[in-house]
């Protein structure tokens, strides 16, 4: 396995309590609540910057396997997020945080 980090922006403003909207953005928590449970996505969290969207540290095979998953986002799905996806090696952090990066490939 390698990890990633996935820094999505949104492609234009978005208003979440329109009724639409709302209910894209339940449908995009859905997928990163799967994430977090089958165990490939470590963290993710919203952007506060102007921008908007936000930041996942995802475990997959390659680039092209997150790029696949990340297509499954109803946020990419619906044109509301962009990803820009970044290969980086875990070198040190928290005990638990080790942990989920165990079977990762060490930095080259």
């Known amino acids: ?6 820094d999505g922006s949104f492609t234009r403003p978005i208003d979440f309590n329109e009724p ?8 995009h928590m859905e997928f990163l609540d799967r994430g977090v449970s089958e165990g490939w996505i470590l963290l993710t969290g919203g ?26 986002d109803p946020f990419k799905q619906k044109n509301i997020n962009n990803y820009v996806i970044k290969e980086f090696g875990f070198a040190k952090g928290q005990d638990a945080v080790g942990e989920w990066f165990a079977d990762a490939m060490p930095i080259r």
């Open 20 to 27: 639409e909207n709302a209910e894209i953005f339940k449908e």
């Open 1 to 6: 396995m390698k990890t990633f980090l996935v």
């Open 47 to 72: 952007k506060f910057e102007a921008e908007g969207g936000g930041i996942l540290i995802i475990k997959a095979e390659d680039k092209d396997a997150v790029s696949a998953i990340m297509d499954t």
